[in-house]
């Protein structure tokens, strides 16, 4: 009797061949331009102790009050996936140390994240970040730099269709301001028991809350950005003066609450056109009381994620991800045994000098195998036969185009460079 098959979890996001190729090419280039500007890698644990994203991500958030994957381990602890990465980052920087040394403290990091979201095109209960954190220092330049290196990410990726939406939640004075007012404002709405209980522990997320009759009660309160203290408007400007000098549009948006407890001062998001509901493709900000609240020091921090799996949907809709991007240069068929042998030592020179190379094995017919290399979509392709290696030359293709020239195979590396 044949065994029922088991399907993944509902809602994950997962990328097998041929896909996983454009999946990688997309991680790879949003997170390149961090490490060019001297980030280094942090890897953290997918599991942590509950109470880091209570404290850290605020309990009036739905991440923490709804969507986490919490649960009790074996030695009765409450452990839970880590829905975002920044708590994760502080824990870690504080147990090791690393604000005691050079600051500020430059890293990133990719991986999976995990909120029991309802899952729909583009929201997951699995998916992908890659996200950099920027801790001890609150220069506004720096506030820039972070947001110029998401944005030169989703540039080497090729999106043009995209927005960035820019606002200051400003400093602790500017927020205390703004919340006498925005209770006084909140107090005269008709509230429902749990809006009002989320209300009470962040007022600010009611400008997060998409049902339409909240928005509409929602218009006419008052925004924190008019009550920037002389600091906060200060620095909002410095960094707005420094995106323009960059060349980095940007549209201001006072209304943005990100759906994270921790943020301060700057905080962006990176929407895309194409998206449809979940168009969030990035998002970041300041936040500088979280390493405090974690058992730190006060120092702030900056930073960002990108949600990799909404790139990939975003460059898709774009077309502007092609299978050029990670397909091979070079497919070589081989003839026959001794054929095989040196279409190995062939590959593994070219791939030393940097080139991607697949080689046919299997001994296919060469009709079979030319079929191969085509769905492979490697740009050349060379057949390699007794003729070819007693000659030393081979008749190098390209496939997109049909044509071929001959090519000493001492001289490959330096025709495929052509
Ligand atoms: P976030 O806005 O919650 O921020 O998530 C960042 C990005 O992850 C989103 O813009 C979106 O592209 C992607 N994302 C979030 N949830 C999902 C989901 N369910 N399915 C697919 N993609 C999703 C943070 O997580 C902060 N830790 C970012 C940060 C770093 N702020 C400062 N430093």
């Not at 942590?48 to 919490?70: H, I, P």
């Not at 410095?238 to 994270?260: C, E, F, H, W």
């Not at 030319?370 to 007794?386: F, P, Q, R, W």
């Not at 008749?395 to 185009?401: A, C, G, N, Q, W």
Request: aromatic share 8%.
């Amino acid at each position: 009797m044949s065994q029922q098959k088991i399907a993944a979890p509902k809602g994950v996001s997962e990328y097998t061949p041929p896909r996983s190729s454009a999946f990688e090419h997309v991680r790879n280039c949003l997170i390149a331009p961090a490490s060019k500007a001297g980030y280094q890698l942090i890897e953290l644990p997918v599991f942590e102790d509950t109470e880091l994203f209570k404290r850290g991500v605020g309990e009036s958030t739905d991440v923490v009050s709804k969507e986490m994957y919490t649960f009790e381990d074996r030695g009765g602890r409450s452990i839970t996936l880590r829905p975002e990465g920044t708590a994760g980052v502080m824990r870690s920087v504080i147990e090791h140390g690393l604000d005691r040394g050079q600051l500020p403290v430059k890293v990133w990091y990719s991986g999976q994240f995990f909120r029991a979201e309802r899952p729909q095109a583009g929201r997951y209960r699995q998916f992908y970040q890659v996200g950099i954190e920027a801790i001890g220092l609150d220069d506004p330049a720096i506030d820039a730099e972070v947001i110029a290196i998401a944005d030169a990410g989703f540039k080497a990726l090729g999106l043009k269709q995209y927005r960035l939406e820019l606002t200051s939640l400003g400093d602790a004075q500017s927020r205390s301001a703004h919340k006498v007012d925005l209770l006084k404002f909140i107090a005269t709405l008709q509230l429902d028991e749990a809006t009002a209980a989320r209300a009470a522990i962040n007022p600010l997320r009611l400008f997060d809350d998409k049902r339409e009759e909240m928005k509409k009660a929602m218009a006419d309160a008052p925004l924190l950005i008019n009550y920037l203290s002389d600091a906060s408007r200060e620095h909002f400007a410095t960094v707005t003066k420094y995106l323009d000098a960059l060349g980095i549009s940007y549209q201001l948006n006072p209304r943005m609450v990100r759906g994270l407890d921790y943020y301060t001062g700057t905080t962006f998001e990176f929407v895309h056109d194409l998206l449809g509901a979940q168009s969030g493709i990035g998002g970041g900000g300041r936040y500088d009381g979280l390493m405090e609240q974690l058992g730190g020091q006060s120092l702030s921090g900056i930073g960002f994620g990108l949600g990799v799996d909404r790139a990939l949907l975003a460059a898709e809709a774009e077309g502007v991800i092609g299978q050029e991007a990670f397909a091979s240069d070079l497919f070589i068929i081989p003839l026959g045994d001794v054929a095989k042998l040196q279409a190995l030592t062939i590959a593994s020179e070219l791939r030393v000098k940097g080139k991607r190379v697949e080689v046919a094995f299997g001994d296919r017919a060469l009709k079979g195998a030319m079929k191969g290399a085509d769905k492979s979509g490697a740009t050349y392709v060379i057949v390699l036969g007794e003729s070819e290696m007693s000659s030393g030359t081979v008749e190098l293709k390209e496939m997109k185009s049909g044509a071929s020239t001959s090519v000493k195979i001492v001289s490959l590396f330096e025709a495929l460079n052509k």
